[in-house]
């Protein structure tokens, strides 16, 4: 009988610290409202798939619990946060809880700036600001107007019914601005430039895939071949051009590439930042193009308040350092695509040591994700949030909010966005090239559905025809 009990005992003490240590919920130590895992092992990843991206998720989390919440990613607790209030608490952050982001580790590479954090990554970010002011970019007008001016020369040898696949359009053209205004000379060469533009659509689509299936292709897979073949062929072309750089008298405008090379990182996480700055750089500034060309289209009446504005503002003249904030209509166009889009939705910070939020403890090393879309599209600040209003970025309707209420390049810790200049001013130039020649028009009958990857992309292509303005 003794020989039962102590068995019982042992059985039910061993299976409640089994409990306690397999099962992640009954491990939560903090106060935050949110969910419980609805999976032992993969905690709620089962329900952002439901959802269908983390974004629709987080917007569901939010309405469920208002702007503070916690959820669990595997055995993980993660919290959320999305109020400008909140985002104000975690302002001086700097640290990105790098497990998060561990499906872009293959592309990016492990040392690249999104995975560095404490002083080598703001060491590194401080002298990369340095290349990423609005004045270091005063010599990049004219190729952001070359290479627009191109596109729209293509459109007008079009017929007015021709239908144009808008983004492909968009990414062609970010593509060549991004090479040439980060990396400079070397790609002025076609060949070069469409060589290594075929692997990194490579790497990218592998890379997307695998964010939408949670997992990377296994070691050995013909798709890892592949990634592996393409990754390693645009590293050797990234050697190639840090190379021959190096050995150029530089002059007193650093570019990008220049930066690199004096950051005092070895010539593997060169590579890698360079690599990582033209992933983000085209298909942030390719996708909020298309997006803003895709509301200018679906919103004729702004399409034709912003062309007035640019026939009044800079007359004949093309945009440069001097005249591209007489732009403000255009600026608030821009705003309000970021808004609508919600390109970027989230972001993330953790820190070593436990801290507070709203009165819940955080405990150390516990990520806590930016619902930067959350607030982006939310009512509280924002009336009619699903409408296209460009309005809402006048001078006298910005006052009304919070500062942080409009956040799409993050806020965090120095370390928001290094490209928002650069994403504006390329904006700004296209946009003015393109809607000075062609009035853009959607094909009719399309509905355009926004995807929630790391990039807020349309799940279709976007299909537009253009007619020469008189
Ligand atoms: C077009 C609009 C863009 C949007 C909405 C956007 C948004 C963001 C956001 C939300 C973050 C995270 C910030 C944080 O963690 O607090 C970020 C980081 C980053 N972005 Fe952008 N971005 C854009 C354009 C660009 C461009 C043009 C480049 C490069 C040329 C770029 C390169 C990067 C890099 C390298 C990081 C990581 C920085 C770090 O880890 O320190 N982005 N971006």
């Not at 003794?2 to 306690?20: Q, S």
């Not at 939010?62 to 916690?70: E, F, L, R, V």
């Amino acid at each position: 009988m003794l020989d039962f009990v102590i068995f019982a005992v042992t059985f039910v003490v061993t299976l409640i610290i089994a409990v306690i240590y397999l099962y992640p919920t009954s491990r939560k130590t903090t106060t935050v409202p949110g969910l419980e895992a609805s999976n032992q092992e993969t905690g709620n990843v089962p329900d952002i798939e439901r959802a269908g991206s983390l974004q629709e998720f987080l917007v569901d989390l939010h309405g469920q619990y208002g702007s503070i919440a916690s959820f669990w990613i595997g055995q993980k607790l993660v919290v959320s946060v999305a109020s400008p209030k909140l985002f104000k608490e975690q302002q001086a952050v700097f640290d990105r809880p790098v497990e998060l982001m561990r499906l872009f580790r293959p592309l990016f590479g492990s040392s690249s700036i999104p995975f560095t954090n404490k002083a080598d990554g703001r060491t590194r970010r401080t002298k990369y600001d340095k290349v990423f002011t609005r004045s270091a970019f005063k010599n990049s007008y004219a190729i952001f107007h070359k290479v627009s001016a191109d596109l729209s020369t293509k459109w007008s040898t079009m017929p007015d019914e021709q239908h144009i696949p808008l983004t492909q359009h968009m990414l062609a053209l970010s593509f060549k601005i991004l090479m040439w205004t980060l990396v400079g000379d070397y790609f002025k060469d076609d060949k070069k430039l469409l060589e290594f533009r075929k692997n990194f659509d490579v790497c990218w689509s592998i890379t997307e895939e695998s964010l939408l299936a949670e997992s990377f292709p296994e070691e050995g897979s013909q798709q890892f071949k592949r990634f592996s073949q393409a990754k390693s062929a645009l590293h050797d072309t990234l050697k190639d051009v840090l190379q021959k750089q190096r050995s150029r008298p530089r002059g007193n405008d650093l570019m990008f590439v220049d930066m690199v090379t004096l950051a005092g990182i070895s010539e593997d996480t060169q590579v890698e930042d360079l690599l990582t700055f033209i992933v983000w750089g085209v298909h942030k500034t390719a996708f909020m193009l298309s997006w803003a060309l895709y509301f200018l289209a679906t919103h004729p009446d702004v399409q034709q308040k912003l062309v007035k504005e640019i026939s009044t503002a800079l007359g004949e003249s093309e945009v440069n350092e001097n005249n591209v904030d007489k732009l403000r209509y255009l600026r608030q166009v821009l705003d309000e695509t970021l808004r609508c889009s919600a390109l970027s939705p989230w972001s993330a910070r953790v820190q070593d040591f436990d801290t507070e939020l709203e009165g819940h403890k955080i405990p150390k090393n516990t990520p806590v994700i930016h619902a930067l879309g959350v607030v982006l599209q939310g009512d509280t600040w924002w009336a009619e949030p699903n409408k296209f209003d460009p309005d809402r970025f006048s001078s006298e309707n910005t006052k009304s909010r919070p500062l942080l209420a409009f956040s799409p390049f993050g806020f965090a810790g120095k370390r928001t966005c290094p490209g928002a200049q650069l994403a504006y001013l390329e904006a700004t130039s296209v946009l003015v090239t393109l809607l000075r020649q062609h009035k853009v028009k959607m094909v009719e009958g399309l509905v355009i559905n926004p995807v929630y990857g790391i990039v807020t992309h349309p799940g279709d292509e976007i299909w537009i025809t253009v007619e020469k303005r008189k």
